[in-house]
T-cell receptor
Framework: GQQVMQIPQYQHVQEGEDFTTYCNSS?????IQWYKQRPGGHPVFLIQ?????EVKKQKRLTFQFGEAKKNSSLHITATQTTDVGTYFC?????????FGTGTKLQVIP | EAGVTQFPSHSVIEKGQTVTLRCDPI?????LYWYRRVMGKEIKFLLH????????ESGMPNNRFLAERTGGTYSTLKVQPAELEDSGVYFC????????????????FGEGSRLTVL
């Protein structure tokens, strides 16, 4: 079945440093979504990428979808303490959404 | 507009007992998903309903788990009998069918039901 892996599993950064998480799928995806889960909370949708090679930005967050539509990345510039949480990519096949293993981000003030 | 609601928020039961979790999706959302997150690890897919039909139940761990969605509205997930390894947070999510909301096919998650099996 479809598997979606993320690296790194954990990341500690000093506030102001950049952060990147990478997502890789075992199969080609129709699109990819990114979610953020704050400690004790539930996953909240951030963005969806559909086109091969697509790049989208949301303020300090930059999302990229690979040319082969099998990988994606999320880059945060100048992290803030509010960025703390676990970031999940989610690969969308036909109707099914498979979540990646997640990257837990800790920001040290 | 009400979001996805789940009940109970936390349940503590003993091994061998039965627990039923409930999810009320956003009104009008035909797609309903159950996921489980164990020990802060990955969000693992359990099953997917389209209206009242099970579209995909490949993630259900075994026959101790039973999900229903009568009438295509709310859904229940029953664990009987519960085992220690069933502990975790069970998330329900819903989305609209075939129609992208503001250009997305996002999943709307509930707050989750934390299950602790002792």
């Amino acid at each position: 079945g479809q598997q979606v892996m993320q690296i790194p599993q954990y990341q500690h950064v000093q506030e102001g440093e950049d952060f990147t998480t990478y997502c890789n799928s075992s199969t080609t995806l129709s699109n990819i979504q990114w979610y953020k889960q704050r400690p004790g909370g539930h996953p909240v949708f951030l963005i969806q990428l559909v086109k091969s090679g697509e790049v989208k930005k949301q303020k300090r967050l930059t999302f990229q979808f690979g040319e082969a539509k099998k990988n994606s990345s999320l880059h945060i510039t100048a992290t803030q303490t509010t960025d703390v949480g676990t970031y999940f990519c989610a690969g969308r096949g036909y109707q099914k959404v498979t979540f990646g293993t997640g990257t837990k981000l800790q920001v040290i003030p | 507009e009400a979001g996805v609601t789940q009940f109970p928020s936390h349940s503590v039961i003993e091994k061998g007992q039965t627990v039923t979790l409930r999810c009320d999706p956003i009104s009008g959302h035909d797609n309903l998903y159950w996921y489980r997150r164990v020990m802060g690890k990955e969000i693992k897919f359990l099953l997917h309903f389209v209206k009242e039909s099970k579209q995909d139940e490949s993630g259900m761990p075994n026959n101790r788990f039973l999900a229903e969605r009568t009438g295509g509205t709310y859904s229940t997930l029953k664990v009987q009998p519960a085992e220690l390894e069933d502990s975790g947070v069970y998330f329900c999510a819903s989305s609209q069918v075939g129609v992208y909301r503001v250009g997305t096919g996002e999943l709307f998650f509930g707050e989750g039901s934390r299950l602790t099996v002792l």
